[in-house]
């Protein structure tokens, strides 16, 4: 409804990641939130994944599922609203173990492709990525006879 609402049309992918987004956004608190509670916390994130997901285009991030939005935006949105929502947790707690797990996985993850890069390398050649890496990589059309680019 907010996609249609705001962009003037329906839009299946974000009808699906909105469902998504609720679910996620539900996973932290799903052990001691009210139904009620569940059912705000869900329809939020199914608002918010919209607003994200156009925030993270206009950011000209390559996210073209979503993921960004439904997973990390929403399951931020999730823990955060067991500090809004619960009696026996706390804002500033729920908000310290956001920040301490983004440090972790922004460390981690830096250290990872960093090794990668130098191991093996991360990018495939502009002929395979213009060839699209289901041929170059598997061997095998996604959409057979769909072709946007011809390499020589």
Same mark, same amino acid.
């Given at each position: 409804?907010?996609?249609? *609402?705001?962009?003037?049309?329906?839009?299946?992918?974000?009808?699906?990641?909105? @469902?998504?987004?609720?679910?996620?956004?539900?996973?932290?608190?799903?052990? #001691?939130? +009210?139904? !009620? &509670? @569940? /059912?705000?916390?869900?329809?939020?994130?199914?608002?918010?994944?919209?607003?994200?997901?156009?925030? =993270?285009?206009?950011?000209? =991030?390559?996210?073209?599922?979503?993921?960004?939005?439904?997973? !990390?935006?929403?399951?931020?949105?999730?823990?955060?609203?067991?500090?809004?929502? +619960?009696?026996?947790? +706390?804002?500033?707690?729920?908000?310290?173990?956001?920040?301490?797990?983004?440090?972790?996985?922004? #460390?981690? @993850?830096?250290? =990872?492709? *960093?090794? #990668?890069?130098? /191991? #093996?390398?991360?990018? /495939?050649? &502009?002929? %395979?990525?213009?060839?699209?890496?289901? !041929? +170059?990589?598997?061997? @095998? %059309?996604?959409?057979?006879?769909?072709? =946007?680019?011809?390499? %020589?």
């Amino acid at each position: 409804m907010a996609s249609w *609402y705001f962009f003037n049309k329906p839009d299946l992918s974000m009808t699906l990641n909105g @469902s998504l987004a609720g679910l996620v956004g539900i996973t932290a608190g799903a052990d #001691i939130m +009210s139904p !009620l &509670y @569940s /059912v705000i916390i869900g329809f939020a994130a199914g608002l918010l994944v919209v607003f994200s997901v156009s925030s =993270i285009d206009r950011m000209k =991030i390559d996210d073209p599922v979503g993921a960004i939005s439904v997973h !990390l935006v929403c399951g931020i949105w999730g823990t955060l609203a067991v500090g809004l929502f +619960s009696s026996s947790h +706390s804002l500033l707690t729920q908000l310290i173990g956001v920040v301490c797990y983004g440090a972790t996985c922004l #460390i981690t @993850s830096f250290l =990872i492709f *960093y090794l #990668i890069k130098k /191991v #093996i390398g991360l990018r /495939v050649s &502009y002929n %395979e990525e213009l060839k699209g890496l289901d !041929l +170059s990589e598997h061997d @095998s %059309e996604s959409y057979s006879g769909f072709q =946007i680019f011809t390499v %020589e």
